[in-house]
């Protein structure tokens, strides 16, 4: 189970992460989503530790990551897959991460095999080694100790399509057996195949939390019309918030009914109006995230102070 409650973040005079409340909880994978700079990589260097909340809290467990017994046993994080030594071998990186969590040694083959790079991969320097190669030795030190819950950020990042279909496949199936997962990631489609739940951030601050199926259910309505720009001064005059959908549709955020009344009284005829369910969580996303903006990112390199926090 992860916990973020009302975290706040700052760095210096800006604010990365504004009262954040959602949850994790165990047997579910959780979609963190959000546009650059909106506050998705400031919440996970929190949750694990790497940075201190300035106010509120980010737990596993009911614990501080910094207070976790030999937390690797715990907490699998994968935030960066290129912080990884160049100059050693794949299994070279696994077998001291072993030695480090106090696993046995043969989890290193286990876990090597597991994200298919076992045999010549494994000796190869990780300097070598392709962006979807350490994607899969990320995960693969991730899992290594055996951990209850999975922090991810953009583990799918240089995965070619084959490799996304089995990262997705792993990680329903360590959910399905128990597991927490909080993954961030751009890929909407693959977020949409695999989690359970969702929490949608924007300018630091969270817009949306919840089950996919309750969000993608109140995604607002699907509305077309013959005069778009007639359809559009309707909506703004009913102080409804629309964006552009497919096909020259608009996605307007609110129910059918509204969002119909609103154009017949400005004499505007509909060749569509529906629920926007159906739309999937591409449009759920540009809906929740139109206003949102990077302009609270967090620097991307934290002072040496902020570092030691």
């Excluded at 899992?143 to 089995?166: F, K, Q, R, T």
């Excluded at 949608?200 to 969000?215: D, H, T």
């Excluded at 013959?226 to 959908?245: K, N, S, T």
């Excluded at 009284?265 to 060749?271: C, D, M, N, T, W």
């Amino acid at each position: 189970m992860i916990e973020i409650e009302h975290l706040t973040r700052r760095y210096g005079t800006q604010l990365a992460v504004s009262d954040v409340t959602f949850s994790c909880p165990a047997g579910t994978v959780t979609g963190f989503l959000g546009p650059n700079g909106a506050g998705k990589s400031t919440t996970l260097r929190t949750l694990c530790g790497l940075a201190a909340p300035t106010s509120g809290s980010a737990t596993i467990g009911g614990r501080q990551y910094r207070e976790l017994p030999n937390p690797g046993r715990h907490v699998g994080v994968l935030l960066d897959a290129g912080a990884q030594h160049a100059g050693r071998t794949g299994g070279e990186v696994l077998t001291l991460t072993a030695k480090v969590l106090g696993v046995p040694r043969t989890r290193v083959g286990e876990m090597l095999q597991l994200v298919g790079l076992d045999g010549g991969a494994a000796g190869k320097r990780v300097g070598k080694y392709s962006l979807g190669m350490r994607q899969r030795l990320g995960l693969a030190t991730a899992l290594l100790g055996d951990p209850e819950v999975l922090v991810l950020d953009e583990p799918a990042n240089g995965l070619d399509p084959e490799g996304i279909y089995w990262m997705r496949g792993l990680l329903r199936g360590f959910a399905d057996r128990g597991g927490t997962v909080l993954l961030s990631s751009h890929l909407l489609r693959e977020v949409e195949a695999v989690a359970d739940r969702l929490a949608v951030i924007a300018g630091g601050r969270l817009v949306a939390s919840g089950s996919k199926e309750e969000l993608l259910a109140a995604a607002g309505t699907v509305v077309r019309a013959r005069e778009r720009v007639a359809l559009e001064q309707a909506l703004a005059a009913a102080g409804i918030r629309y964006d552009a959908a497919e096909d020259g549709a608009l996605l307007a955020g609110d129910e059918p009914e509204p969002v119909g009344i609103a154009a017949a009284r400005a004499g505007v005829p509909l060749l569509e109006l529906r629920p926007a369910s159906g739309a999937g969580l591409e449009e759920l996303f540009r809906s929740l995230t139109h206003a949102g903006g990077p302009a609270d990112a967090a620097p991307t390199t934290p002072t040496a102070q902020e570092a030691r926090a």
